[in-house]
């Protein structure tokens, strides 16, 4: 029943992907929104929990996939193009919203200082995926735009070792070996910058070439090679796939510019069959077992983290206010959110359900806000009042698509 699911709600997100654009509407929202409908305690037509193994291998891959294709859009070159602003917001602005949703957790929903720090590094990355008109539109300054793209393109890889470590430790002291969690996060990196490197160069030798119509697959199979040796190995594969991507962005301009559409589109696959199974875990009962401190850190970790962090951030930045305050607002939970959350739940740390709790709540409330609200926001930049101006809109009277991350397609 999830395939048939799956591919019926995929179907009619299709269907209205032109009125997303245009619209409030997030295809994001109907794959959330489904898959609680279709949960246990409504239509229970999907039956899942958090231990099944389809909820984890999926949530692994989909996690796998956006890393490997966020790091390919990130290379040097690309951050040293412009890197003062989203270098405020990532090495300042990333540890700030930790320290601050750590703080609310430790005082407002009364979580030890571990928890708290462990909740913060999970909540800490941002997705553009739900401030689609912001990011998509060409009236908005390119360098908000890419500060965006840029920040939550790396913000991702950056939170995972916080995550880790912090996980490690709130599994207790005598879980914890840090030379063997060393050990993993190291070897992943290894594998995650030799692996693309070698296949890259191995490629540009004269007894090796691909051909047009396998030149996409390149990149497919160097991603498909760095997750079977992380898994072989017990290498940490999201630090793998996140430096892969990095380095194929930085020595192989060709294999990145080849796997963009095609790689998009498998991550955003892999990502909206993990909403719906993140949705369908989302019932009225879970719901109702967050308890009130629980709802006013959510409200707290929204409306105060981020904006908070940005602000410290950007002080004295060249961004007007307008710009600043659509960077502090549109800092929206997305998916990388989602899976690190289902990684804590299924680590067996006795917290493990309470954050998991509270992180859903955070990124069900943080979709359906940043979501509705990107397009209001997006509006305030156009002089002239008029429907911005998609990525990829046919109706462009220009004709030439936005420079933005393709995941704000949605």
Same mark, same amino acid.
């Given at each position: ?197 070698? =296949? ?100 707290? =970790? ?6 908070? =962090? ?15 305050? =659509? ?84």
């Amino acid at each position: 029943m999830l395939l048939l699911a799956y591919a019926a709600v995929l179907l009619l997100a299709v269907l209205v992907s032109h009125l997303a654009h245009r619209t409030v509407l997030s295809t994001a929202v109907l794959f959330l929104v489904a898959g609680f409908a279709l949960g246990p305690g409504v239509l229970d037509v999907i039956d899942v929990t958090g231990d099944d193994d389809i909820v984890g291998l999926l949530a692994e891959l989909a996690l796998f996939a956006v890393l490997f294709t966020d790091g390919m859009r990130v290379g040097f070159q690309d951050l040293r193009s412009a890197w003062r602003l989203p270098g405020r917001a990532l090495l300042l602005g990333l540890p700030l919203t930790l320290v601050v949703t750590a703080v609310l957790a430790h005082y407002v929903a009364g979580l030890d200082w571990v928890d708290a720090l462990l909740l913060g590094a999970v909540l800490a990355p941002t997705d553009p995926v739900f401030a689609a008109a912001l990011v998509g539109n060409d009236k908005v300054p390119g360098r908000l735009r890419h500060l965006l793209n840029v920040e939550s393109g790396v913000n991702d890889g950056l939170a995972l070792p916080f995550v880790v470590v912090l996980l490690a430790i709130a599994a207790g002291e005598e879980d914890l070996h840090v030379g063997e969690l060393s050990a993993e996060l190291a070897l992943g990196l290894v594998i995650g910058i030799v692996v693309p490197y070698a =296949a890259i160069r191995l490629e540009r030798t004269r007894w090796f070439r691909a051909s047009a119509h396998y030149e996409p697959l390149n990149a497919v199979a160097i991603g498909l090679l760095v997750l079977a040796l992380a898994e072989a190995t017990h290498a940490n594969l999201f630090l793998a796939a996140f430096a892969a991507g990095i380095t194929i962005a930085t020595t192989g301009e060709r294999q990145r510019e080849t796997f963009v559409e095609f790689g998009e589109l498998v991550a955003e696959l892999l990502k909206l069959a993990a909403l719906l199974v993140f949705g369908a875990l989302i019932t009225p009962s879970f719901v109702a077992d967050v308890p009130l401190g629980g709802w006013v850190f959510v409200v707290l =970790a929204i409306f105060v983290a981020r904006p908070v =962090a940005l602000w410290v951030s950007f002080w004295g930045a060249e961004l007007t206010k307008r710009e600043q305050f =659509a960077a502090m607002w549109f800092g929206p939970k997305g998916f990388a959110s989602v899976v690190y959350g289902l990684y804590v739940l299924n680590a067996g740390i006795d917290s493990g359900d309470e954050l998991f709790h509270l992180v859903a709540m955070t990124v069900v409330l943080s979709i359906l806000l940043h979501s509705s609200t990107d397009i209001v926001v997006a509006r305030g930049f156009d002089d002239e009042e008029e429907t911005p101006h998609w990525h990829g809109d046919e109706d462009s009277p220009d004709g030439v698509a936005a420079e933005v991350d393709p995941r704000a397609a949605d």
